[in-house]
T-cell receptor, first 115, second 114 residues
């Protein structure tokens, strides 16, 4: 069974519209993340949440808003979509401990195309 | 900011050959290192994690070497087979990094031909 679910798998949107990318993890982890993979670029860190609180935001644009309604959910709302937002968006999670380390596990991604 | 250079971007080998992917990082506070494998249309699968200085970790058919002196991380696939064809990413996390972000290399597309 998939441990990190992302919905939808593919998404096509028109410029200026708004979309929500869904992420649910069933690993019991306390931290969740969003990364973006654009063509010919490395995976880029966007946000991290710990216990449903924003820890780090590396996204310059306020058009990207994470939403955590439950501790195992971290959705990503994107408003005023632009063609440059076209990318595959990956959700990840980890079990963080004080003074420790933790590997991040990734979902299958949502491939967003903005026309 | 932190950077991770990964090479080569493409690698084509014959079945049974070895394949080496190298990542070089810049942040001296980099402390945790990971290799991920991405098959077509799939998410990233964690292959190996390395935390100590100069360490060799062995997995199923591959070896990971971390050389902190040279700030270099390598993945060596021994006797590659077609099932190893995928994109491989190295990722680095700095000690005390805010939000636990990973910095990724650009990826290496490995093709293993029968």
């Amino acid at each position: 069974d998939p441990k990190i679910i992302q919905k939808p798998k593919y998404l096509v949107a028109v410029t200026g519209s708004e979309k929500i990318l869904i992420c649910e993890q069933y690993l019991g982890h306390n931290a969740m993340y969003w990364y973006r993979q654009s063509a010919k670029k490395p995976l880029e860190f966007m946000f991290s949440y710990s216990y449903q609180k924003l820890m780090d935001n590396q996204t310059a644009s306020s058009r990207f808003q994470p939403q955590s309604s439950k501790k195992n959910h971290l959705d990503l709302q994107i408003t005023a979509l632009k063609p440059d937002d076209s990318a595959t968006y990956f959700c990840a999670s980890s079990q963080e401990r004080t003074g420790g380390y933790a590997e991040q596990f990734f979902g299958p991604g949502t491939r967003l195309t903005v026309l | 900011g932190e950077q991770v250079e990964q090479r080569p971007p493409h690698l084509s080998v014959r079945e049974g050959d070895s394949a080496v992917i190298i990542c070089t990082y810049t942040d001296p506070n980099s402390y945790y290192f990971f290799w991920y494998k991405q098959e077509p249309g799939a998410g990233l699968q964690l292959l190996m994690k390395v935390f100590s200085s100069t360490e060799i970790n062995e997995g199923q058919g591959f070896t990971v070497l971390l050389n902190k002196k040279d700030k270099q991380l390598s993945l060596n696939l021994t006797a590659a087979h077609p099932g190893d064809s995928a994109v491989y990413f190295c990722a680095v996390r700095s000690y005390g990094s805010s939000g636990n972000k990973l910095i990724f290399g650009i990826g290496t597309l490995l093709s293993v031909k029968p």
